[in-house]
């Protein structure tokens, strides 16, 4: 298994800022993701997150507004870039762990709320 | 690509009676499938998967699911909801080289006393 900590787990943010989330992972994993939960809504998935290299985004989603890094095997951060209120939603990382048995692991999430 | 269908938005169970939630899929391998548990300001937490074989799996808090290749359907039962039970449900289905995962629009299960 993998235990996931994500920071912040909730903020309120002005209009125009950016905010960036933290992903750590307590263990080796191979693939990292981001997805956000809108109000009331599902998942979707925003990027890839790949080690040493871009992220790999979803339709959508772009690298302007929504930079990742992941410089190791355990770390993953999501920046949310310029913020409007449409921006506030739950953000999740998820992951695979090194030993894969086919289940993605999710963080608790990171709650924003954009004024 | 693949996608999940839950055609129930919100179902209502009265405490101790039995519980389906629905869910079909498209996807044109084998899927690799889910369903999740989403309470009230908290993460998702994984329920029951299926991979392959025995086609009826079991997971936690008394879940059981079962896949039906022949009608696309990977639907959730319990057959006594608890109180706690109440919740948002999401299935959702991951393609084997990617594990990207698209989910359904959600179930919200609410139980009344």
């Known amino acids: 298994s993998a235990v996931i900590s994500q920071k912040p787990s909730r903020d309120i943010c002005q209009r125009g800022t950016s905010l960036t989330i933290q992903c750590q992972v307590d263990?080796?994993?191979?693939?990292m993701f981001w997805y956000r939960q809108q109000p009331g809504q599902s998942l979707t998935l925003i990027a890839t997150?790949?080690?040493?290299?871009?992220?790999?985004?979803e339709s959508g989603f772009v690298i302007d507004k929504f930079p990742i890094s992941r410089p190791n095997l355990t770390f993953s951060t999501l920046t949310v870039s310029n913020m409007s209120p449409e921006d506030s939603s739950i953000y999740l990382c998820?992951?695979?762990?090194?030993?894969?048995?086919?289940?993605?692991?999710f963080g608790e999430g990171s709650r924003l709320t954009v004024l | 690509a693949q996608s999940v269908t839950q055609p129930d938005i919100h179902i209502t169970v009265s405490e101790g009676a039995s519980l389906e939630l629905r869910c079909n899929y498209s996807?044109?391998?084998?899927?690799?499938l889910f369903w999740y548990v989403q309470s009230p300001g908290q993460g998702l937490q994984l329920l029951l998967k299926?991979?392959?074989?025995?086609?009826l799996v079991q997971g936690i808090k008394g879940f059981e699911a079962e896949f039906k290749r022949s009608q696309s359907s990977f639907n959730l039962r319990k057959p006594s909801v608890h109180w706690s039970d109440a919740a948002e449900y999401f299935c959702?289905?991951?393609?084997?080289?990617?594990?990207?995962?698209?989910f359904g629009a959600g179930t919200t299960v609410t139980v009344r006393a």
């Open positions: 998820s992951v695979v762990p090194l030993q894969n048995t086919g289940e993605l692991f």
């Open positions: 263990s080796q994993v191979t693939m």
């Open positions: 997150a790949n080690q040493g290299s871009e992220a790999t985004y």
């Open positions: 996807y044109g391998a084998t899927p690799y």
């Open positions: 299926y991979f392959s074989g025995d086609t």
């Open positions: 959702a289905v991951v393609s084997s080289n990617d594990y990207k995962l698209s």
